[in-house]
């Protein structure tokens, strides 16, 4: 997140671009910064605000298109994973949240694909060895049974050094 304001504000009244605030106040809302300014060369008082702008990283595709980032494609990404499985929501919705933030706690402005791929795959590692590999079927493509079972090879390898 990051204060959205501009540099270059004017007087309303003659465009000049220099003022004073005269006082600042948090609105009635909460969500942004009331200041009362007076213009320095006309005299006149006007209202300005400043409000906290979410800035939406986007994500980058294997094919080179972008899109905005979208924490639902997470969430139904890891429901088709999960489902019949033994998972509460709860445990999901904090997966989400995790893959969220350290996603767009560097403040990145393009995120790879692939970054958001591997996170949910170590996220269902960890969870549940079935979603894990219906996730992976699907992000890794697998060509034909063999990846498959290579997959899951190394899976129950990892497993057994744990």
Partial sequence: MRC???NDMKCPFCENPEDKVI????????DAIRRRRECL???KRFTSYERIEDLVPMVVKKDGRREPFDTNKIRQGLLIACKKRPIEMDRLDKIVDMIEQKITDPGDKEIQSSRIG???MAALKDLDKVAYVRFASVYRQFKDINDLMDEVKTLFESRSGE
């Fill in 23 to 30: 006082d600042s106040r948090t609105s009635k809302e909460g």
């Fill in 4 to 6: 959205a304001f501009s």
């Fill in 118 to 120: 591997e996170e949910i």
């Fill in 41 to 43: 060369k006309c005299g």
